[in-house]
């Protein structure tokens, strides 16, 4: 394995101390001791409510806050901190995304374009934003390895597409989307274009100025944070253009009876008294992963994946879903058990202490295209050893036994 990761399991207190396989980091990741460290600190030091008080207090937790927007910034190569937009996690970016865009942006007979390999999170949005428009919703085609297919675009986004919103790696397969081609389709047409990142910033450099997305949506609990927290990135020029999701608390410039104008981005974009603890541990966590070095994290998340992928896909009676190029792949292996529902895999696993999602993992167009009613998944972070893997394998042995198959 890379020996550039040092962090184990001892690191991350409650995988430890439970002494259990975690294998659901795509859902959320544990946290390391650092982090839970840095929100204890900020608790008993430094909180108060930020951006509203003269005394030393709250102007100590305003800039914690406001360090943390840097730090986003430079982990995903903003231009400017003033691009990074807090929210509660990825869903709530894309609700805020959908709906000021479809305030600035979208008109009647518009098109938006999505893909089948979309989490809910993804589709719901648009789908009201199309409804309360009157804006027509598309969807781009996959493969049976839950791949955008790269010819059918210039058919699907055209000269009426006016917004792009894809993800850069499937929850629910792991597959990982050519989202430079799907981005250069989008400048083609003048769209704008979205990306969800929730899969991928945690897991891979991703650079919105290099790929030239208009904005990035991802979740801070998926990367060792707190839940609660999320990012909605932005190019500057197009938030400024939009109308703000919600109105309220501390994202005012002036308030008339009967009209305000609004404090400049981001706080525009955020109404009412933020997530500060969160956030302030959020900051911990990037700290984490920059210590580490992302590109360790992903030599080292490949690695794991390959590995797993290879020992799942020999044993007999189990099906991996999704892409058979391991490049293809994110750190998430999905897959079936002859003869069984994939609630028991996971209810019989849990019996050996491993901690597997099973479900339709919130992207249901996505197993309706597959012909899959669910799946049972794996998916893995830095905590993760080969021994785990090993020890999945051994226990997937045992699933059919347990349920009267041979
Ligand atoms: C690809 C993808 N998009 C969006 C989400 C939603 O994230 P959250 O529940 O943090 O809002 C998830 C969560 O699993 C996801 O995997």
């Known amino acids: 394995m890379n020996d550039k990761i040092t962090w184990g399991k001892s690191q991350f207190p409650l995988i430890n101390n439970k002494e259990i396989v975690y294998l659901d980091s795509a859902a959320t990741t544990q946290k390391p001791s650092m982090v839970i460290a840095r929100l204890a600190e900020y ?49 709530d970016s894309f609700n805020l995304l959908a709906f000021s865009v479809g305030e600035s942006f979208i008109n009647e007979g518009d098109e938006i374009v999505i893909s089948l390999a979309e989490h809910h999170s993804n589709i719901l949005p648009w789908q009201a934003l199309a409804r309360r428009r009157g804006a027509v919703l598309k969807y781009l085609p996959v493969d049976d390895e839950a791949r955008i297919i790269v010819d059918e675009l210039e058919n699907i986004i055209t000269e009426k597409t006016k917004f792009v919103s894809v993800t850069m790696v499937s929850n629910a397969i792991g597959t990982v989307q050519a989202v430079r081609e799907v981005i250069r389709r989008a400048r083609e047409v003048g769209a704008f274009i979205a990306l969800d990142g929730a899969q991928s910033v945690p897991h891979m450099k991703v650079d919105v100025q290099d790929l030239d997305c208009d904005f990035l949506a991802f979740s801070a609990h998926k990367m060792f944070g707190p839940t609660g927290v999320g990012v909605l990135y932005g190019k500057k020029e197009l938030l400024e253009q939009m109308e703000p999701y919600q109105t309220g ?34 900051g911990a966590a990037i700290d984490f992963i920059n210590e ?92 993760n050893k080969k021994e785990d893997i090993d020890k999945l394998c051994e226990s997937l042995k045992e699933v059919r036994r347990w349920l009267g198959y041979s």
Do not use: W
């Open 249 to 282: 608390g501390d994202m005012i410039e002036y308030v008339e009876l009967f009209e305000s104008s609004y404090a400049p981005v981001p706080t525009k974009f955020e109404a009412g008294t933020p997530n500060i603890e969160g956030v302030v541990g959020f």
């Open 43 to 91: 608790n008993e030091s430094s909180h108060a409510n930020i951006h509203r008080g003269a005394y030393s207090l709250s102007i100590e937790a305003t800039d914690l806050y406001d360090e943390v927007r840097k730090k986003v910034a430079g982990l995903i190569s903003a231009k400017s901190k003033d691009e990074i937009i807090f929210t509660k996690g990825t869903t």
């Open 292 to 383: 580490l070095g992302i590109e360790n994290i992903y030599d080292f998340e490949k690695e794991l994946t390959k590995y797993a992928y290879e020992k799942i896909s020999a044993l007999d009676h189990i099906m991996v879903h999704g892409a058979r190029n391991i490049d293809d792949r994110g750190s998430v292996i999905s897959f079936s058990v002859e003869d069984v529902h994939p609630h028991d895999v996971a209810t019989v696993l849990d019996n050996y202490g491993i901690c597997l999602r099973a479900g339709h993992h919130c992207a249901q167009p996505l197993m309706k295209r597959l012909g899959l009613p669910s799946t049972t998944r794996a998916s893995f972070s830095i905590y």
